[in-house]
């Protein structure tokens, strides 16, 4: 049985003779991505000229498709072929596994005339150009019985039912606790429907390799469930689709699935005879792939004078596909953040003819901590508390709901620190005091927690008569440095310098690995490429004690050291390369494992931060601008001081979003999102962001995996959002408790409260 | 997007000539506006002639004082203009607050003024919309429409001329220079280039088919402070809620009407000694609004009496 006591050994991470771990060591691939040669699927250089494939969404949000006019776009110059449910390739049923391993069933793209969301794909053309591909794609005529839509989550929230297998979880008596306590807040939150935006949207390139096998180019997080449902969609072998994923312009858990651009290229490539390219457009990309759902959040807090909660409890609508159950749980993080002998938390989902939601980063505390940490400043604001002192009162000694002992936990510290640091003692507790020119000033903050994980991967590991290590791993790089912090685990662990390394990842032929999501990306992928890395050592330093030709033949292999691309047992060294090619001319490969601790879930393991953000709002305008942020965080060992920080203050700038600008609006007479593109989908931009710095507290938490890291992924984001509606409040006197916070709405407040 | 033909004018008069004599031909400057509408389909030339080459890039001194605007120059160039930034800084604060220095760039002073509104349904083509399709209906007037004039809107289109430049020219009292197709030079108040929605809202100015802007001529700045303030959801790289130009005694207003809005109530109530407040309220008694852009009547009224008390201090 695994433990994490196996990991208790000394490692080459852990010893880290050369620095390179944590150190803030530049992307392996950033030069190909700054001088736009690294090719994203859309860009691979297929083997003869592609087709162009353009897909068209229903513009009725239910209902069927009861006729089809494809005449007139078939007539355009350029067409190759017009599909819609009546002509496309057949494909077996939605979710059938031929293979029962199968981490995807089939995707069939165009699978009849039902209709259950505005920008459905429901008819695809290809073109010999982009251009004439667009052209048709407008021409082609449907007409719909449409069905009234059901998309008002507000009007629907009486109809919210128990996610699937859940139920809500209770510690202790809430009703008792909460009516005992003589302070008491009882608020409600909302949050918007919030699409993932990344700078690449998804796209597909496909083509094939005779009759049999399909060669496919797209942009996912998870390369084996990518692999497996287009080889259920297709009917054919999984080993026949080779499916690559080598550049991604961003995921944010967008892309943790496939959409019908990978499905409709690969039938496209078949039926053409000819490679095919499938891009969603921006506008697309709102409503045909999936969102983060919206909330309603019902936070209760019951607290003594002193400020130690006695009822917690925070309970959570949201709203899913009319044929779903993804839950946006954020409720979920409460569950370990403050100590609070009666607890109540869960879910309640509603089905709405709305887009499919989805995980979007930090799914959860993203949401969630935009109630609970504002509840915790209006709870502190009553007891006429310190913000951060109140979270410190209620500091629990385990984890609150189920008594697990933490792995690590320095929340208070990166409360302290962090409050040191950013100046917290000049902050006025009454809102509305500060002037700086136009603005009213304030300050505010939140604490941050994202959960941690570990799950099973491969790797391997080759040196090659060069003394190159390569690394290979059915992993992907969705913009967080994944390419670089492999690297840096192999270059540390075979003692070459960081150039001697190459690093593979992408591809369904390679060892698999779950890929980037759930911020457990840097720390699955990296333990089973140190533990192939450990295992080449191995490879390595018997090679060199067995072989007559080394000056090591004859030693303890365990004593061998590998450094500065040597190997050496004690004065006796020579360096990689003269050995391999000396002694294994073909290179040695070997792989490496890992997979969860049995024992893992006896600890509650989580990342940890606090947030703390300076705003200024004009009250004349109910403008706010942010004038500075910080967050200090505890997420385990950094492997890499640079991009951790990127994706730290990346999640920090996600949280402004959230406070202040991000969300879909939808118009519930089309059942559609209004706002579709960048001008009107509104995420930060430079000016927005004013001073920003992120702080990674040293740690190492052992019981998380065999490099004591935790993933950084997530973390900065959650929390961010409630520091700047904090601030908001302190600034100018006003909560708002629906986001985001814009300039009409913080108006109204700001009139009303006679500023 | 459709297939279009492209020629490049030799000059203003062949211009004209072409555009009134070639079906569906349209002006492209910068290009900013008009290719992205092209690519959504939501307008569709048959025939696009390029004017951004025209030797209509000047920025010149005119003999009262004033100054001359070419309609191809870049809105950067004019922003930056030392002559502009001394004595109309105004117009370069509304300029640099619109969209980022990329489209700065490339965006000219003609293609600025006629950009087309920013109304989310008019770029949604499977939404109706009276601007884009006549007589299809108007997805705002009913929906989302947190950013709908609250001036001179009729029932046919709630949409606001989106333009930041547009507001500043009216309140310096600009005048439009152009070439009409039968090749006659013709000016007149800029006021006077937008129009109203009425039942027609995609007639948007007064310009005849096929007629060139050759350029925007600036009078002698007034007497006064001058300031520009624009009310976005961030900092940068935003369409506004709502603007104010003041020059000396005028006052212009952005986002609130299908064109940009002449606060000529205000002026007179400010002429005849009414507070900046007084003023605006007076200004705002004709305004309506519908729901959720009630916020802008009450965001006017401060940010105008903001600004007008800003360009005081600054003239002082
Ligand atoms: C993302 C984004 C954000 C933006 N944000 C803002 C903002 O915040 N504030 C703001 O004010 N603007 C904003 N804009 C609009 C921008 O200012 C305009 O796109 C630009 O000014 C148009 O100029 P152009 O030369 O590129 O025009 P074009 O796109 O070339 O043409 C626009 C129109 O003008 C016509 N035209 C061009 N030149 C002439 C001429 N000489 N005579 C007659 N007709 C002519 C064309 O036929 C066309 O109808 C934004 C645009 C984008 C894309
Ligand atoms: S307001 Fe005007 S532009 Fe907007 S949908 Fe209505 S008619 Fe179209």
């Given at each position: 049985m695994s433990s994490v006591s196996d990991w208790d050994v000394p490692n080459p991470v852990k010893e880290n003779r050369s620095g390179l771990i944590g150190k803030g060591v530049d992307r392996y691939e950033g030069p190909l991505k700054v001088t736009g040669t690294a090719p994203y699927a859309y860009e691979v250089q297929p083997p003869s000229p592609p087709a162009y494939g353009v897909m068209v969404g229903a513009t009725?949000?239910?209902?069927?498709?009861?006729d089809v006019d494809t005449a007139a776009a078939e007539a355009?110059?350029?067409?190759?072929a017009v599909w819609t449910h009546r002509n496309v390739p057949a494909q077996p049923p939605?979710?059938?596994?031929?293979?029962?391993?199968?981490t995807a069933g089939s995707k069939p793209a165009?699978?009849?005339?039902?209709?259950?969301?505005?920008?459905?794909?429901v008819a695809f053309v290809v073109a010999d150009t982009l251009e004439n591909a667009v052209a048709a794609s407008h021409m082609v005529q449907l007409t719909y019985a449409a069905?009234?839509?059901?998309?008002d989550f507000q009007a629907r929230l009486g109809d919210a039912v128990d996610p699937p297998g859940e139920k809500d979880v209770e510690v202790g008596d809430f009703q008792a606790g909460f009516e005992g306590s003589p302070v008491r807040l009882d608020e409600t939150w909302s949050t918007p429907i919030q699409n993932h935006?990344?700078?690449?949207?998804c796209a597909s390139l496909a083509w094939w390799e005779g009759p049999d096998r399909c060669i496919a180019h797209t942009s996912v997080q998870m390369v084996k469930p990518a692999q497996h449902g287009l080889a259920e969609t297709l009917g054919i072998?999984?080993?026949?689709v080779h499916l690559?994923?080598?550049?991604?312009?961003?995921?944010?858990?967008?892309?943790g699935q496939t959409y019908d651009d990978l499905t409709l290229a690969a039938l496209a490539a078949r039926a053409l005879g000819r490679p095919v390219k499938v891009a969603f457009t921006r506008q697309q990309m709102m409503h045909g792939t999936i969102h983060r759902p919206a909330t309603v959040m019902r936070v209760r807090l019951g607290a003594e004078?002193?400020?130690?909660?006695n009822a917690m409890s925070i309970m959570t609508w949201t709203h899913c596909h009319s044929d779903g159950s993804f839950t946006?749980?954020?409720?979920?993080?409460?569950?370990?953040l403050y100590a609070a002998p009666n607890r109540l938390t869960g879910h309640r989902l509603v089905r709405l003819d709305l887009p499919h939601a989805g995980p979007m980063r930090a799914p959860g505390e993203a949401s969630g901590t935009l109630s609970l940490e504002c509840a915790m400043d209006e709870l502190a604001e009553t007891l006429g508390l310190d913000p951060v002192e109140l979270r410190i009162r209620n500091?629990?000694?385990?984890?609150?709901?189920?008594g697990r002992p933490f792995s690590q936990r320095q929340l208070v510290r990166c409360l302290k620190e962090g409050a040191q640091l950013f100046g917290?003692?000049?902050?006025?507790?009454?809102?509305?005091?500060v002037r700086d020119g136009r603005w009213l000033v304030g300050l505010g903050m939140a604490a941050a927690i994202r959960g941690n994980f570990l799950l099973p991967a491969k790797c391997s590991f080759s040196v090659d008569a060069d003394g190159v290590i390569t690394v290979r791993q059915g992993m992907t790089d969705i913009g967080t440095g994944t390419y670089t912090v492999l690297a840096q685990i192999a270059a540390e662990t075979l003692g070459v310098?960081?150039?001697?390394v190459v690093v593979e990842i992408g591809?369904?032929?390679?060892?698999?690995a779950p890929g980037s999501?759930?911020?457990?990306g840097a720390a699955t992928a990296g333990s089973a490429a140190l533990a192939a890395g450990v295992n080449l050592r191995k490879a390595i330093a018997d090679l060199a004690v067995n072989?007559?030709?080394?000056?090591?033949?004859?030693?303890?292999?365990?004593s061998v050291t590998f450094q500065d691309g040597v190997v050496a047992l004690e004065n006796r060294s020579e360096t990689l390369r003269d050995l391999v090619r000396r002694a294994a001319p073909a290179g040695l490969t070997v792989e490496g494992e890992i997979r969860p601790a049995?024992?893992?879930?006896r600890w509650s393991t989580q990342t940890y931060g606090a947030h703390f953000c300076e705003v200024g709002v004009?009250?004349?305008?109910?403008e706010v601008r942010v004038r500075r942020m910080l967050g200090v965080f505890a997420a385990?060992?950094?492997?890499?001081a640079k991009t951790a920080r990127s994706q730290l203050t990346g999640g920090m700038i996600w949280g402004v979003a959230s406070a202040l600008t991000e969300g879909n609006a939808v118009d519930p007479r089309y059942?559609?999102?209004?706002?579709?593109d960048l001008a009107q989908y509104l995420v930060p931009v430079?000016?927005?962001?004013?001073?920003l710095e992120a702080i990674m507290l040293d740690e190492v938490?052992?019981?998380?995996n065999p490099m004591g890291i935790k993933g950084v992924g997530e973390l900065g984001n959650s929390g961010a959002g409630a520091a700047v509606a904090n601030a908001v409040y302190n600034a100018c006197g006003v909560r708002l408790r629906?986001?985001?916070?814009t300039p009409d709405k913080l108006l109204a407040g700001l009139i009303a409260a006679g500023r | 997007m459709r297939p279009f033909t492209y020629e490049r004018a030799a000059d203003a008069r062949a211009a004209v000539k072409s555009a009134s004599e070639t079906p569906g031909a349209r002006f492209i400057a910068g290009g900013t506006n008009l290719l992205d509408l092209m690519k959504l389909e939501i307008e569709r030339p048959q025939h696009l002639i390029d004017?951004?080459?025209?030797?209509?890039?000047e920025i010149e001194d005119t003999p009262d004082g004033g100054l001359r605007l070419g309609a191809v120059a870049s809105n950067t160039a004019v922003a930056a203009d030392s002559r502009v930034r001394g004595r109309y800084p105004v117009l370069s604060q509304a300029i640099v607050a619109g969209g980022s220095p990329q489209l700065r760039n490339k965006a000219t002073v003609a293609g600025n003024l006629l950009q087309r509104t920013r109304c989310a349904y008019f770029y949604d083509t499977s939404k109706p919309c009276n601007k884009r399709?006549?007589?299809?209906?108007?997805?705002?007037?009913?929906?989302?429409?947190?950013?709908?004039?609250?001036?001179?809107?009729?029932h046919a289109c709630i949409a606001t001329h989106t333009s930041d430049m547009a507001v500043a020219l009216v309140a310096l009292d600009a005048r439009v220079e152009t070439l009409t197709p039968s090749g006659q030079a013709r000016s007149f108040p800029i006021l006077e280039l937008h129009r109203l929605p009425?039942?027609?809202?995609?007639?948007?100015?007064?310009?005849?088919?096929?007629?060139?802007?050759?350029a925007v001529a600036l009078p002698p700045p007034p007497p006064g402070g001058q300031t520009y303030r624009k009310v976005r959801d961030?900092?940068?790289y935003a369409g506004g809620l709502a603007s104010v130009a003041v020059a000396g005694g005028a006052l212009a207003l952005g986002m609130v009407a299908h064109k940009p809005w002449r606060a000529v109530d205000a002026e007179a109530a400010l002429a005849s000694g009414a507070s900046p407040s007084e003023a605006m309220a007076r200004e705002l008694a004709g305004a309506s609004s519908a729901?959720?852009?009630?916020?802008k009547i009450p965001l006017v009224a401060r940010l105008g009496a903001a600004a007008i008390g800003e360009a005081r201090e600054g003239a002082r």
């Open positions: 009725i949000a239910a209902g069927r498709i009861t355009s110059p350029g067409v190759l939605r979710g059938t596994k031929a293979h029962p391993r199968s165009l699978e009849s005339d039902r209709v259950t969301y505005w920008g459905q794909p069905d009234a839509p059901d998309v935006v990344q700078m690449e949207p072998d999984r080993d026949a690559m994923t080598r550049y991604i312009g961003g995921g944010f858990g967008g892309k004078r002193d400020g130690r909660l946006e749980h954020a409720s979920n993080f409460a569950r370990s500091e629990p000694e385990v984890d609150p709901e189920n917290w003692d000049r902050r006025l507790p009454t809102p509305g005091q310098p960081l150039g001697q591809d369904s032929e390679l060892p698999p999501g759930g911020q457990f072989d007559p030709g080394s000056p090591l033949h004859g030693g303890d292999s365990a049995q024992d893992a879930q004009d009250p004349v305008t109910g385990g060992r950094i492997l890499n059942g559609s999102l209004i706002n579709q430079q000016a927005d962001i004013g001073d938490d052992d019981k998380a629906d986001y985001p916070i | 004017v951004g080459r025209l030797p209509m890039a399709e006549p007589g299809s209906g108007c997805g705002a007037l009913e929906g989302l429409n947190r950013n709908a004039a609250i001036f001179g809107a009729s009425g039942e027609t809202p995609h007639l948007e100015t007064h310009l005849v088919p096929g007629e060139l802007i050759t961030r900092a940068s729901g959720r852009n009630d916020f």
